[in-house]
Protein backbone atom coordinates (compact mmCIF):
# COMPACT_ATOMS: atom_id res chain seq x y z
CA UNK A 1 0.00 0.00 0.00
CA UNK A 2 1.46 3.32 -1.03
CA UNK A 3 0.60 7.05 -0.84
CA UNK A 4 0.88 9.27 -4.00
CA UNK A 5 0.96 12.51 -5.05
CA UNK A 6 0.09 13.85 -8.34
CA UNK A 7 0.57 16.98 -10.30
CA UNK A 8 -3.05 17.59 -9.92
CA UNK A 9 -2.84 17.88 -5.99
CA UNK A 10 -4.60 14.71 -5.45
CA UNK A 11 -3.47 12.12 -3.21
CA UNK A 12 -4.26 8.38 -3.69
CA UNK A 13 -4.00 5.74 -1.69
CA UNK A 14 -3.62 2.02 -3.21
CA UNK A 15 -1.64 -0.50 -4.18
CA UNK A 16 0.71 0.41 -6.35
CA UNK A 17 3.91 -1.53 -9.11
CA UNK A 18 6.23 1.38 -10.10
CA UNK A 19 7.48 0.60 -13.62
CA UNK A 20 10.41 2.54 -15.61
CA UNK A 21 7.92 5.49 -17.16
CA UNK A 22 4.53 4.89 -15.23
CA UNK A 23 2.66 3.34 -11.74
CA UNK A 24 0.09 0.89 -11.65
CA UNK A 25 -2.39 1.71 -9.01
CA UNK A 26 -4.86 -0.74 -7.74
CA UNK A 27 -7.89 -0.67 -4.79
CA UNK A 28 -7.30 2.90 -4.95
CA UNK A 29 -9.05 6.00 -2.89
CA UNK A 30 -8.31 9.74 -3.48
CA UNK A 31 -8.53 11.40 -0.05
CA UNK A 32 -10.14 14.30 0.58
CA UNK A 33 -10.07 16.85 3.35
CA UNK A 34 -13.68 16.98 4.61
CA UNK A 35 -12.84 19.11 7.48
CA UNK A 36 -10.29 19.83 9.73
CA UNK A 37 -8.23 16.77 10.71
CA UNK A 38 -10.46 14.54 9.10
CA UNK A 39 -10.26 12.52 5.70
CA UNK A 40 -13.21 11.12 3.43
CA UNK A 41 -12.35 8.43 1.19
CA UNK A 42 -13.31 8.54 -2.72
CA UNK A 43 -12.85 5.57 -4.76
CA UNK A 44 -10.25 6.65 -7.73
CA UNK A 45 -11.61 5.97 -11.29
CA UNK A 46 -14.85 5.30 -9.70
CA UNK A 47 -16.98 4.91 -13.33
CA UNK A 48 -13.98 3.60 -14.91
CA UNK A 49 -13.60 -0.32 -16.17
CA UNK A 50 -11.71 -2.75 -13.82
CA UNK A 51 -9.70 -2.03 -10.56
CA UNK A 52 -6.44 -0.93 -12.13
CA UNK A 53 -5.17 2.06 -13.44
CA UNK A 54 -1.79 3.17 -15.08
CA UNK A 55 -0.43 6.25 -14.52
CA UNK A 56 2.46 8.00 -16.58
CA UNK A 57 5.14 9.10 -13.82
CA UNK A 58 5.21 12.64 -15.13
CA UNK A 59 2.21 13.08 -13.05
CA UNK A 60 3.48 11.64 -9.98
CA UNK A 61 5.50 14.14 -7.78
CA UNK A 62 6.03 11.27 -5.03
CA UNK A 63 5.52 7.86 -3.83
CA UNK A 64 5.60 7.23 -0.40
CA UNK A 65 3.92 4.56 2.67
CA UNK A 66 1.57 5.73 4.50
CA UNK A 67 1.08 5.67 8.17
CA UNK A 68 -0.64 1.89 9.90
CA UNK A 69 -3.64 3.77 10.42
CA UNK A 70 -4.40 5.11 6.96
CA UNK A 71 -3.80 1.51 5.60
CA UNK A 72 -5.74 -0.17 8.14
CA UNK A 73 -8.42 2.05 7.30
CA UNK A 74 -8.43 1.02 3.30
CA UNK A 75 -8.36 -2.04 4.15
CA UNK A 76 -10.75 -2.47 6.48
CA UNK A 77 -12.72 -0.72 2.65
CA UNK A 78 -11.93 -2.84 0.72
CA UNK A 79 -11.82 -6.29 2.68
CA UNK A 80 -14.58 -5.53 4.66
CA UNK A 81 -12.93 -6.74 7.83
CA UNK A 82 -12.77 -4.52 10.25
CA UNK A 83 -8.89 -4.21 12.04
CA UNK A 84 -8.83 -4.23 15.64
CA UNK A 85 -7.49 -1.10 17.60
CA UNK A 86 -3.61 -2.51 19.37
CA UNK A 87 -4.44 -2.58 22.69
CA UNK A 88 -1.99 -3.93 25.75
CA UNK A 89 -3.31 -6.59 27.25
CA UNK A 90 -3.29 -7.06 30.98
Known amino acids: MKLVRLTSQEEIIGKVI ?3 DEIEIS ?6 ATEPG ?3 FIPFMAYAK ?3 HVINKRHVIMVCD ?3 ELVDQVRSMTSGLVVPDKKVIT
Do not use: L, T, Y
Not at 27 to 32: L, Q, R, S
Open 18 to 20: ERS
Open 27 to 32: DAFNMV
Open 38 to 40: KIG
Open 50 to 52: GDS
Open 66 to 68: PVD
